[in-house]
């Protein structure tokens, strides 16, 4: 005979998402289905680890695929960078691209999205304006996810391409009641229909409806 206390484990072992589920939930469709895409706070992140490019390439790389290079705003969401590079990618010395230059405002540091900086982590003599052409920002994982202004785009002799990390839009919770158990499941703000494609567009991605935001049977790159 069951008991209330084992009705509740059993609800919540039926109606807990797992972590792949709440994944695929909240990554868009446009993303490899692999073990590069990460959630931290109800947002999906997929670590670019097996290219490098320039800066601005890696963010129209992100932007294609519906995001932007990461944001990052705050110590958690560097601490969890640095963690997942260390302990699940197992590359403790890389340097990344994050969505944070001087590109549109000279000497003055803005994130992608246009806003200021309210935290930041520079090295020493840093993001201070005073290298020349230095107008990109990596986050140095060997460094404890110290950042560095760096060039943006290569030079004859010297490259500057680096791996980057993808950040796509934040979600809203739903919260499902049964009984005498709730869980939470994790559901985007702006869901898109289911999608399916017989296409291969590989890690270019498909290309996204300009209306919506959701993806279309095309490839990025044809």
Request: proline letters at 5%.
């Amino acid at each position: 005979m069951f008991s209330m206390f084992t009705l509740v484990c059993y609800l919540a072992t039926a109606f807990t998402p797992s972590v792949q589920s709440q994944i695929d939930l909240v990554c868009p469709p446009t993303l490899p289905q692999d073990d590069y895409r990460q959630l931290y706070s109800d947002v999906c992140f997929y670590f670019v680890l097996f290219r490098q490019s320039e800066y601005l390439a890696a963010q129209n790389h992100c932007e294609n695929l519906g995001g932007s290079l990461v944001l990052v705003k705050s110590p958690e969401l560097e601490e969890f960078i640095v963690s997942k590079m260390v302990s699940t990618y197992h590359q403790p010395h890389a340097k990344l691209w994050i969505g944070l230059d001087d590109l549109d405002r000279d000497k003055v540091f803005t994130w992608r999205d246009g806003s200021l900086l309210d935290y930041s982590n520079w090295a020493v003599g840093e993001g201070l304006g005073k290298n020349p052409g230095e107008e990109c920002a990596v986050l140095d994982v060997g460094q404890r996810g110290r950042w560095y202004d760096y060039r943006c785009n290569d030079e004859e002799f010297s490259s500057y391409e680096q791996q980057y990390v993808c950040q796509f839009g934040s979600v809203s919770e739903t919260t499902i009641t049964a009984e005498a158990f709730t869980v939470t499941v994790t559901s985007l703000t702006h869901p898109c229909p289911p999608f399916s494609c017989d296409l291969d567009c590989g890690m270019d991605g498909f290309k996204m409806n300009p209306l919506d935001g959701c993806a279309i049977c095309q490839c990025e790159v044809e």
